[in-house]
């Protein structure tokens, strides 16, 4: 819902109606989150230790907090939409040490189950699922890093799926059976033709 | 169902032929009826008043059903209901009922008996009947309360439990209650600001006061203290007077280095036994009466000088030396030496420099005292939570970061560095201080604490106002998720705060790192208000931490028989209405033993301990509840076995007409069955939940009112 007045396309941005509504609050999902995480989303007070601890906040406009209030809240759209969404390393020092017992880091992939429905996802992480249907690996070996290897006396490979191949059909077979690589296609085609 | 089960096994039911009627108006004093087989002939005449409690309870079941209901009930002379039955109206309808319907027992179906049974006993005694032939249905709290949205299902357990009611009060016997002598003393455990309040106020009122104190000196955490909020007054200061005062108080006798060691009977008449620790220093009236002319310690200190231990001063947190034999600090109350036996080597340097005062004993031993008293405050106080367990702020990994008391120690002009605050790694001046608030509290991963410390960020908001009037140029940041500051003039004191410079970051700290080449530590934290991660580079961290209860509250707390929540802090009768007494009649509490407390609600509570702990004394007597047990001798084998059961050492064999037979001492049962459940022989009669009724009650419930 925009509400705009009217203005050039730069100030009419910056003169965007700010507030939230309360139409804009789904308070089904709350319950969806909280459901997809496991932890009590709705119990956020707000006192920023998952920002203050965050890695990927100094460094980006990331904020763990915006997203525990917006679950909060119900924000939704707010939530599914923010690129943002895509920039936790899920490190979970948040949920080291979340006061209130929460584990943020779970809301947040509880909310990119809930945007990747939407088909709301970043390509680079439907090229992951790619590499890891063809290979075993989300980063697969090269040819550097077998040299790096090599001098530290490790094998050229990892005893993975890199050195066992055979195991690569149960992979497939799992990620088939949640359609992910067909949905990862069409959605890379969709965007890159 | 659990609930039914509840009520069922509290109260009974009718149809039962025989009547333990005893006559209404029963004279003798002495006896409360003869038990089983004293049954009359007179008929039960039971009035059931419905209580609507506002909507509380006709708001959720069909009252005109219950009430339709309630006169099939057999023995049921008379139902009414009224809007409040509480309410002097409603407890007139009681009134006029008894008398005009020659009533023998009352059934109030209303809220749960720990709130109103004393009014609904007091209007059924103004009504011309004994108090205890007065029942209670809790069709409340059991009922409308937890079935809110089931009008149907509440309306038929409101039934039953008002059948239940019905069936027990139409057994109810008169009862008297037993009035015993309550002696003229009292006892204080804990000698901090509450325990020195409530003791002085007590001795002021002129009764003899035990002061018990398990450290060598009286004064607690308040003397720890630099200055007190708002007002910024001294705390020895302030604190002082108050201490030379216990100290002298002819009404107070103060036993130090002591620990209440166990505690028997019941209010009015505690036998308590105080373990006197080995002080190894005797007072100049010890002295005395050893006949050392001028003997006893008088606080010289020569002894101190030669000690060659050296251990850590608890009083300093551990941030000054003391010897083996040592007073905490300068103002400590008694002035009198204690030797630390755990440390000691008993060199003897001690007594040979004490000389002829011969106040030095090496070879002291523990003593035990034993004191009776009528009535007991318990104000044990709190500790300090042990913030290490937080490892992302770096306690006791990292020299610059300290707690709030060991703050308080460092600016405080008699501490040890004499007031000058400085970074503990290299003796500098701090020029940024961070404080971190609610650092263990309002905490709910089981490390930390869930409650909110209450008196931290007013603490800190006079730490803030401390270091910029020490130090010029010196800035606090206030790392906070809420300032709450409550009390008179808190608030004023957050402006005051704020305008001398005070830095207020609203986000919890996330984590703490040191530099390891200056010392200095990085705060880090999100400004929630500003929307950024903040790197804040500080000398020095204070922690405010968390309280918690003393180690020692839960042993003692037990020896009173006391509850505790689920975070240990010792359990009010009611939190609004008795937020001084407990659940053991005689023994009150005072201080943040209770729950954590400003230094103005310490006092406050200790005095209404005080106030409530000194009316039995000077009633001098106390009624106690006349639900003792009871033996039936005829059907007593004398076994014993209750004898030993019984938790209260109530019971006792004794030899009548030639063989030996049970028998109560009736001020020390507390009623709790243990005796009467277990009798083989069915001989101990339990006053009012005597077997017959408890029955009857089950009957009720079980049969459904059918005959």
Not at chain 2, 204 to 221: C, D
Not at chain 2, 308 to 320: A, H, L, S, T, Y
Request: hydrophobic share 35%.
């Amino acid at each position: 819902m925009v509400r705009t007045k009217g203005y050039p396309e730069a100030l009419e941005k910056k003169l965007h109606d700010q507030r939230y509504y309360s139409e804009d609050s789904n308070p089904e999902f709350t319950k969806n989150v909280k459901g997809i995480s496991r932890t009590i989303a709705h119990m956020c007070y707000q006192c920023g230790t998952c920002t203050g601890s965050c890695p990927s906040a100094p460094r980006s406009t990331y904020r763990i907090r915006k997203f525990m209030r917006r679950a909060v809240l119900g924000l939704e759209n707010e939530s599914l939409t923010d690129p943002d969404l895509w920039l936790c390393t899920t490190c979970y020092s948040c949920t080291d040490r979340c006061p209130r017992d929460i584990a943020p880091t779970d809301v947040i992939m509880a909310m990119r189950n809930l945007a990747f429905k939407r088909d709301i996802i970043p390509v680079n992480f439907l090229k992951t699922v790619q590499a890891i249907y063809s290979s075993g690996h989300g980063v697969p070996n090269n040819d550097v890093n077998r040299a790096a290897r090599e001098r530290l006396g490790l094998t050229r490979d990892p005893p993975t799926t890199h050195m066992y191949p055979e195991y690569m059909p149960g992979i497939r077979k799992i990620i088939d059976h949640y359609k992910l690589k067909a949905n990862a296609d069409r959605i890379v085609k969709e965007r890159e033709g | 169902m659990a609930e039914k089960k509840k009520t069922t096994a509290k109260k009974t039911e009718a149809k039962k032929e025989t009547k333990h009627e005893a006559p209404a108006k029963q004279e003798t004093k002495k006896q409360a009826p003869a038990p089983v087989g004293s049954t009359t002939k007179q008929e039960a005449r039971i009035g059931v008043f419905i209580c609507h409690c506002g909507t509380n309870i006709a708001g959720s079941m069909d009252i005109p059903a219950v009430q339709e209901y309630a006169k099939t009930i057999p023995n049921v002379a008379y139902v009414d209901n009224y809007k409040y039955m509480c309410s002097m109206p409603g407890q007139g309808v009681i009134n006029k009922a008894i008398k005009e319907q020659k009533l023998t027992g009352v059934v109030v179906a209303a809220c749960s008996p720990r709130l109103h049974e004393p009014t609904f006993r007091t209007a059924t005694k103004e009504g011309g009947l004994n108090p205890f032939r007065f029942e209670m249905a809790n069709i409340r709290e059991q009922n409308s309360w937890v079935h809110m949205h089931d009008q149907e299902g509440s309306t038929e357990k409101a039934k039953d439990a008002i059948r239940i009611a019905v069936a027990k009060a139409s057994l109810l016997q008169d009862l008297f209650p037993k009035a015993v002598q309550v002696e003229h003393a009292a006892m204080v455990v804990g000698a901090g600001v509450a325990g020195m309040q409530a003791a002085l106020d007590l001795a002021n009122a002129g009764i003899k006061t035990y002061l018990v104190e398990s450290t060598p000196s009286i004064g607690g955490r308040m003397s720890q203290l630099d200055k007190t909020f708002p007002t910024l007054d001294c705390s020895q200061c302030i604190l002082t007077p108050k201490m030379v005062d216990v100290g002298r108080a002819p009404n107070i006798e103060l036993m130090t280095y002591s620990e209440v060691d166990a505690v028997e009977g019941y209010i009015g008449n505690f036998d308590v036994t105080i373990r006197k620790k080995a002080r190894g220093v005797i007072t100049m009236a010890e002295g005395e009466a050893r006949g050392i002319v001028g003997g006893g310690c008088n606080g010289c200190g020569d002894c101190e000088v030669v000690c060659p231990v050296v251990k850590p001063n608890e009083f300093e947190v551990g941030m000054k030396p003391r010897k083996a034999i040592y007073i905490n600090h300068p103002q400590v109350v008694p002035l009198l030496y204690t030797i630390d036996f755990n440390s000691c080597i008993k060199c003897g340097l001690c007594v040979t420099s004490c000389g002829e005062k011969k106040a030095i004993d090496l070879e002291a031993k523990d003593e035990f005292v034993k004191v009776k008293v009528g009535t007991a405050i318990l104000a044990t106080g709190f500790d300090i939570f042990p913030v290490e367990k937080k490892t992302e702020w770096g306690y006791k990994k990292y020299e610059n970061v300290v707690t709030s008391l060991e703050f308080e120690r460092l600016i405080c002009a008699s501490g040890p560095t004499g007031g000058h605050l400085i970074r503990p790694s290299d003796g500098e001046t701090p020029k940024k201080v961070a404080f971190v608030l609610c650092a263990g509290s309002r905490d709910n991963t089981g490390n930390g604490k869930p409650y909110c410390s209450r008196f931290c960020c007013m603490y800190s908001l006079k730490h803030a106002h401390q270091i910029i009037e020490k130090i010029p140029g010196c800035i606090p940041y206030l790392f906070y998720m809420d300032i709450r500051s409550f009390g008179k003039m808190y608030e004023e004191f957050y402006y005051r705060i704020q305008d001398e410079g005070g830095k207020f970051i609203r986000g919890r700290v996330a984590n703490i790192l040191e530099d390891p080449a200056t010392k200095n530590l990085h705060v880090y934290a999100d400004d929630t208000l500003l929307n950024r991660p903040v790197d804040m580079e500080v000398d020095l961290v204070v922690l405010a931490a968390a309280v918690q209860p003393m180690e020692d509250t839960n042993r003692t707390r037990k020896l009173f028989g006391v509850s505790c929540s689920m975070d240990g802090w010792l359990l009010e009768a009611h939190p609004k209405l008795n937020p001084c007494g407990t659940t053991t009649a005689g023994v009150f509490l005072a201080g943040v033993c209770q729950g954590p407390k400003d230094i103005p609600d310490t006092v406050a509570s200790a005095e209404g301990a005080a106030s409530a702990a000194s009316i039995p004394i000077h009633k001098g007597e106390v009624e106690l509840e006349p639900y003792f047990a009871m033996c039936i001798e005829e059907r007593c084998a004398g076994c014993g076995m209750c004898v030993n059961l019984c938790p209260f050492s109530a019971l006792a064999l004794v030899e009548k007409e030639g063989r030996k037979v049970m028998q109560v001492t009736e001020a020390k049962c507390k009623g709790c069955g243990t005796c009467g459940g277990f009798c083989p022989g069915g001989a101990i009669w339990m006053n009012h939940f005597a077997t017959p009724q408890i029955v009857a009650q089950i009957d009720a419930f079980l049969l459904g009112g059918e005959q």
